[in-house]
């Protein structure tokens, strides 16, 4: 056990130092484009330039709220679209016909650019925080529905004998072994999920709002500001990955450990 | 007394459109404390018969009786052990133990006795704790049992149980179930491919006719126990079952050679 951590701790060391050479070679291969002067000063900025307009955007509060207006969008639309797609999910198991319909058509809607839905968003709701939501729903809700669905038609049919076998049936079945079950596969289709969702709030607050994340990144192009436009795809990197990695895969590796899944050398 | 009753329970499967007839009218009496050993050809139909029996396949036509009375769900009082363990990943072992009498809604405390006790019995006592994936095939098996006997059930299923293991984990198992029987006096179906396995088994065994299954004959071995693999007065009730089972596996190598 203790030296599983130990080596895990040394692990974690190594990717950190890789990942600090990387983005140190990055920014030095940014620097010398910026020296050579292909692009003009105002098209192209050097890193500097970028790191002061980040801090000139933190300081004057313009960032931090941006981010925080942008999370709560995000957070409040994905939670509805994951509620309602995995209790979809769950009508589409019980009633066969209809599962296997809204499948094959939820297939078709999953790879329906997100920001195709702005228009419609736009006449249907307006220019209002229901409107980029909305987006954010439709762009997202179809691929949870379709992983509950298929998460839960995946489970290797011995569980379901057993659980019967032992007595489990309807209500307990469901809650005891399908929802367990599934489990590690409904996780990766939530993470999934939430990257259409990320993609999706973006090109909506582009297009659709005066606030947000997507807004700054727009209103730096609007006054040809590129240092700003650098530093909002720094940030939305940036956030997009810390979730990914601190939120939705941690969750999904500890899920893989408990089932064993992750003993692969 | 008869425990349970096969009457005549027949199943087809289609299979490519083809209708596969893979019980063709079973009978079979089951007495009350009988360790009865089904052995025959692989793809004979004999775990088809025992999932009939655990209520998780409805036959064509038959019915199976339990203490007199028609049955045809699932049930805890025929508790099946499978080939694979089916135990589930995402609970400790203990929690593996305890999973049907959590569902039958027994309180957790008399839980919590009851499965020590069969983790104990089936030594795995210090293993409560770990998760499926930590275990051999072996121990998941013994859990699998002790999930099984924690139930109390009427009649214990056993589809081919030990067909996994290595040979020394199976002659330890083999010698371990015989005792268990001895001292819970369950009654047990198990169903086997390995002749040697049903000779040191079963007071009875049940010889498996080839596809469509039907019973070819029952024979009754009255021997002292626990018998071991080695035992060489097992192998005239070993050649007996070889001899009836030969004009069958005939016929299926060729059918498998098309």
Known sequence: ?265 | MTKLQAKNIVKHFDHNGKTVVALDGINLNVEEGDFICIVGPSGCGKSTFLNVVAGLEKPNSGEILLNGKLISTPGPDRIMVFQEGALFPWLKVIDNVEFGLKIAGIPKEERRELSHRYLDMMQLTKFADSYIYQLSTGMKQRVAIARALAMDPEVLLMDEPFAALDSQTRDLLLVELQLIWERTKKTIIFVTHNISESVILGNKVAIFKNRPAKIKKEIVIDYRRPRLAEDENLQKYYHQIVEELKSEVMPHAKDDTQ
């Not at chain 1, 679209?81 to 009633?95: D, P, Q, R």
């Not at chain 1, 509950?148 to 007595?167: E, F, K, Q, V």
């Open chain 1, 1 to 265: 056990m203790n030296e599983n951590t130990q080596f895990k701790g040394s692990h974690n060391l190594h990717d950190a130092a890789n990942a600090a050479l990387f983005v140190a070679a990055f920014l030095g291969m940014w620097q010398i484009i910026f020296m050579l002067g292909i692009w003009p000063k105002i098209s192209l900025p050097s890193p500097i330039l970028v790191a002061e307009n980040f801090a000139k955007i933190i300081w004057n509060g313009s960032l931090p709220q941006s981010i925080g207006i942008t999370l709560a969008r995000l957070i409040g639309a994905f939670t509805i679209s994951a509620t309602l797609g995995i209790l979809i999910g769950f009508t589409m198991i019980k009633f066969k016909g209809f599962g296997k319909t809204l499948n094959s058509f939820s297939a078709g809607l999953l790879s329906f650019p997100s920001i195709a839905w702005v228009p419609f968003s736009i006449l249907l709701i307006g220019f209002n925080e229901f409107g980029i939501m909305f987006v954010v729903i439709m762009s997202s809700i179809f691929s949870i529905m379709i992983s509950t669905y298929s998460s839960i038609r995946n489970i290797p049919p011995i569980y379901l004998d057993a659980a019967r076998n032992m007595g489990a049936r309807g209500f307990l079945l469901f809650r005891y072994v399908t929802i367990p079950a599934a489990t590690p596969s409904l996780i990766i289709g939530l993470r999934q999920a939430w990257s259409f969702a990320w993609h999706a709030i973006i090109g909506a607050e582009i297009l659709m709002s005066i606030v947000g994340l997507g807004h700054i990144l727009s209103v730096g192009r609007e006054f040809l500001d590129m240092s700003q436009v650098i530093a909002s795809m720094i940030t939305i990197f940036a956030i997009g990955l810390l979730v990914d990695r601190l939120l939705l895969y941690k969750l999904e590796d500890k899920v893989r450990r408990k089932w064993g899944l992750d003993l692969h050398r």
